[in-house]
């Protein structure tokens, strides 16, 4: 039961900033399935603690929820870049931070996409510079104490709770 | 720049399993924004624990990710139902446990879907006969100790990472 199923067709559905494509799979047992998949391409979520131990959030308007939301650095992993380089170039992008940084895990975001989220901490995070988001994005830069950023967590405020709380939990803040 | 923005249209673009909405916003400075975003219901997810402080999962061919996972008990909620109700049926459903269920939060799954995670615990879960699944979801229920649960949740092994994390928080786990 547990050998994996043989995906056998994919035929494109949806295209637009969200592609939808349906996948036909055979099971070990010989049964089709037959599944709507969103196809996404690798994204990346930043940890990024100052030295004086404040997080650097972004507070953004989020589509989907329909409100702000105040959330950790992130992004796409442009094509032919390497999560790492994504990750550096999103938190620049994003906050005008820069560090060391450190991939932590890898988490699957939904059952029925094929996105994958990298996370990254980077634990000596200063500013460098003025951040320079995409045009669209109404970014602000927010810095909140581990505790209060804690809350935020568990108070479902943010969009990606999953790299949020693996951050903590590799660093040993939970 | 915090005043939440108005939304002016949406458009189904895409009508099946997954539904895509082209949705038209104007900001408080009077921009147009497009963003499409998946419009789906709400879902329920279950961090079950028996007597012996095991941790009753479900593994199951996820058709993004395109392989096997081990994840908590989870589904939709239907139209007409409540969160808790749906997720007392899906826990019974999927694993033939029950048990008494408490909502210990509400999570955004996604910055570019409408998906709320409602996250349930239930601290005395016990076998009450044998899991019906829906037609087509082959599930084979899994007991983990708490431990074993944390390793799967750190390295990655389930969608549904944030309402693992946060149910543990909650619960005082981590």
Do not use: W
């Given at each position: 039961m547990t050998a994996d199923w043989n995906l056998v067709s994919?035929?494109?559905?949806?295209?637009?900033?969200?592609?939808?494509?349906?996948?036909?799979?055979?099971?070990?047992?010989?049964?089709?399935?037959?599944?709507?998949?969103?196809?996404?391409?690798?994204?990346?979520?930043?940890?990024?603690?100052?030295?004086?131990?404040?997080?650097?959030?972004?507070?953004?308007?989020?589509?989907?929820?329909?409100?702000?939301?105040?959330?950790?650095?992130?992004?796409?992993?442009?094509?032919?870049?390497?999560?790492?380089?994504?990750?550096?170039?999103?938190?620049?992008e994003e906050t005008g931070y820069r560090g060391t940084l450190r991939e932590v895990g890898k988490l699957f975001t939904n059952g029925y996409s094929t996105e994958v989220r990298h996370v990254f901490v980077c634990t000596d995070a200063r500013q460098d510079g003025e951040p320079h988001p995409d045009e669209g994005e109404d970014l602000e830069v927010v810095n909140v104490t581990i505790s209060q950023f804690h809350e935020l967590v568990r108070g479902g405020e943010m969009t990606v709770t999953d790299a949020a709380y693996l951050a903590m939990d590799v660093l040993g803040l939970l």
């Open positions: 994919a035929k494109l559905v949806h295209e637009g900033h969200i592609n939808v494509v349906n996948r036909s799979y055979v099971t070990p047992m010989g049964s089709d399935r037959e599944y709507e998949v969103i196809e996404h391409p690798a994204v990346v979520c930043v940890f990024a603690v100052t030295d004086d131990h404040k997080v650097v959030l972004v507070r953004q308007f989020r589509p989907g929820p329909g409100r702000f939301c105040t959330e950790l650095p992130a992004g796409l992993v442009d094509e032919d870049e390497s999560p790492s380089h994504a990750a550096a170039r999103e938190l620049k």
